[in-house]
């Protein structure tokens, strides 16, 4: 029992150091080439301040990491959570270095984070908030140094007050600083969906790939937020049954199926989807030991461990949430045959629309919904054949090892020639 309570309380870090080791083994990296891919460029600690309605001040502390630079300008969201941690910050933006490199975009990683809890604060002090961050940070940024984008309890309303904040600071109107902003100032329609359509693109994909196909299996959806909501709407179009999904308070487990636009209904009725009004009440951790096809981790990190790995019912699974498995979880799915789809290929839909955004900005907004789309889709098939082609030639190893190890070896590439190691 220590020991899976181990498990459960390493840090995101320690997991991605862990998966990063074992892709330096394959690619026979040195021990200084790995630590110099493992350190962040910079890593920015802010003071953020906040002077609530009654005049008091509430201070925070936020980071943004830069991972690597080696291929672009540092890339990747920030997110509002209690929990944030500096560790985490920088666990994240190595995984936007992998997840830009495997789908070849012209980016490194880079992460933020603020440790608040969004839900306590009043629209006015989010603003106050969201202000303040980039004031402490816009010297390290814009669209060919570091763009960050929505994440975790931030949005578009959140890239506005960044935009803003910034062009004022910076005497720039450079639109393409931030992405995932309003389609009023610069965004593209596709940008609040882009992850879940990737997921469930990239689900498909995979499904042909290992299950004959994906209509008609059955799907479990942990987390049901913006990606994992839209992922379960474009699975269900594309003929797959969902059968469970859940949020922080508890999942529900249909086998006749979740109607999404019903559960969607309930949950800005009720504030939970656990209020589904057929199938059984079940925990989260119950849904993603149950019975299905293909089971989606999207809400957070380290849920699928050493301690239920075993557990396990899926046929397949696809990695929406950054990090839903551990490296020791890795190790079990190999050897019980379950294919595991990994994150940064599964859920990098969304920055490829932040690409698609970020260069429709540089153009001058000449790029429309439907060949948003479509160019978001082709950037994910071309990465999952590349991928699934190393997994291939590979044979005895996992996807994750697959994509990792062309991501990492692109980076190690680019380093290697500019001098950098």
Known sequence: ?????????????????????????????????????????????????????????????????????????????????????????????????????????????????????????????????????????????????????????????????????????????????????????????????????????????????????IEGKTVIIQGFGNVGSFTAKFLQEMGAIVIGVSDVKGGVIDPKGIDYERAMAVEREKGTVTEYPTGRKVTNEQLLVSECDILIPAAIENVIHKGNANQVKAKLIVEAANGPLTADADIVMKARGIPVVPDILANSGGVVGSYVEWANNKMGGIVEEEEAKKLIMSRLEKAFEETYKMYEKLSDQDLRTASMSIAVQRVVNAMRMRGLI
């Not at 899976?4 to 990296?29: C, D, F, P």
């Not at 891919?37 to 309605?53: D, F, H, N, Y």
């Not at 830069?66 to 666990?91: C, F, M, W």
């Open 1 to 213: 029992m220590q020991e899976v309570q181990q498990v459960l309380t390493a840090s995101l870090y320690t997991q991605q150091m862990k998966k990063l080791s074992r892709i330096g083994e394959l690619l026979g990296l040195s021990n200084e080439e790995l630590e110099s891919l493992s350190t962040p460029e910079r890593v920015i600690q802010v003071k953020v301040q906040v002077v609530g309605p009654d005049g008091k001040v509430k201070t925070y502390i936020g980071w943004r990491s830069q991972h690597n630079s080696a291929l672009g300008p540092y890339k990747g969201g920030v997110r509002y959570h209690p929990n944030v941690t500096q560790d985490e910050v920088i666990a994240l933006s190595m995984m936007m270095t992998w997840k830009n490199s495997l789908l070849q975009l012209p980016y490194g990683g880079g992460k933020g984070g603020i440790r608040v809890d969004p839900s306590k604060l009043t629209r006015a002090e989010l603003e106050q908030l969201s202000r303040n961050y980039v004031e402490k940070l816009h010297k390290y940024l814009g669209s060919e140094v570091d763009i960050p984008a929505p994440d975790l309890n931030t949005n578009s309303q959140t890239m506005a007050w960044f935009l803003d904040e910034y062009t004022k600071l910076s005497g720039k109107i450079d639109f393409a600083a931030f992405t995932g902003k309003p389609y009023e100032v610069g965004g593209i329609q596709t940008r609040n969906y882009s992850t879940g359509l990737g997921v469930s693109a990239v689900a498909r994909m995979a499904a042909k790939k290992f299950l004959g196909g």
